[in-house]
């Protein structure tokens, strides 16, 4: 019992500190990213990849943001890795197709990418390709100091409230937060079944 009541007190710590105002900004530029009928592309690997599969459903189902997450096609992703590398999976896959200015990207992320360490790089050389086509970068993360919130345009910081399980924590309320964004009077278009 005293681990379970920990834990939810640490959840219950990391809402208490979520920057609201870092996320009205998200939803801001989401209803801008759809009025322009941009596309939404969600980065992510590992279990934030899982993530942004289930994310692309409920900004297309519900806010009706067209969206996309490169590593929902397995094919396409390991023929990339194969062929040309796992760090280049996401900006040949943004580059074919052809991300314009009008577009958004999301990045999922503990770390947020670190190219020095080599840690998530193919995130990195996705933020990297999205910047220079002048495209939007919204990110979620776990860690301050990462590629994702030293380049990106938006970053929220999941706050760290014990070291040991910033990884669940971080997955879990990236879940939280696009449920929010998706949620919000201003994004969904759709009601949800229940």
Known sequence: MEFIESY????????????????EKMIVALQGLRARKGRLF???????A?????A??????????????PTDNVAEVTARTNDEG???????????SNLKEEDCVLILSVGGGDLD?????????GINFAKSKGVLVLGIVGRHGGHAEKCGDICLVIPQVNE?????????????IWHLLVSDP??????TKW
């Open 56 to 69: 692309v459903n409920d900004f297309r189902k519900l806010a009706q943001i067209e969206s996309y997450a």
């Open 8 to 23: 939810l007190q640490e959840v219950k710590e990391i809402t208490e500190h979520l920057d609201v105002r870092v996320i």
């Open 86 to 96: 796992w760090e280049t999976i996401f900006d040949s896959y943004l580059e074919t």
């Open 50 to 54: 899982a993530n942004a599969t289930h």
């Open 186 to 191: 201003r994004l969904k278009v759709n009601q």
């Open 117 to 125: 360490k080599r840690v998530s790089a193919n995130l990195c050389h």
């Open 42 to 48: 969600i980065l992510g690997v590992g279990g934030s």
């Open 164 to 176: 040991r399980h910033i990884t669940p924590h971080s997955e879990a309320f990236q879940v939280v």
